[in-house]
């Protein structure tokens, strides 16, 4: 069994920032990857960041400069920094994770979801 648990979100102000944090837990052997997705009401989900394995890094075009990913991989641990926050990155905030699971699978998991509001 896999779980996987956000925590961080919050209102917070325009111009302010939030740290996300993810913890997988449970039957893990590899973890291939996290990232952050984001759903705004009426929209698709979409990626925000993911980290590989290896550290490399991806970040979606409006929060490039503005959003960090890391993870620490002893923890399975996986952060979002963001700042400068906008209106606009108002969204329910899930954590994804690429793992290979006992069994031999290699599955995704996903969080539950943390609401993320910037409002003044």
């Known amino acids: 069994q896999v779980q996987l648990v956000e925590s961080g979100g919050g209102l917070v102000q325009p111009g302010g920032s939030l740290r996300l944090s993810c913890a997988a837990s449970?039957?893990?052997?590899?973890?291939?990857?996290m990232g952050w997705y984001r759903q705004a009401p009426g929209k698709q989900r979409e990626l925000v960041a993911a980290i590989s394995m290896v550290g490399s890094t991806n970040y979606a075009d409006s929060v490039k400069g503005r959003f960090t990913i890391s993870r620490d991989n002893a923890k399975n641990t996986v952060y979002l920094q963001m700042n400068s926050l906008k209106p606009e990155d108002t969204a329910v905030y899930y954590c994804?994770?690429?793992?290979?699971?006992?069994?031999?699978?290699?599955?995704?998991?996903w969080g539950q979801g943390t609401q993320v509001t910037v409002s003044s």
């Open positions: 449970g039957s893990i052997f590899i973890n291939y990857g």
């Open positions: 994804k994770a690429d793992l290979l699971v006992l069994g031999g699978r290699r599955v995704d998991y």
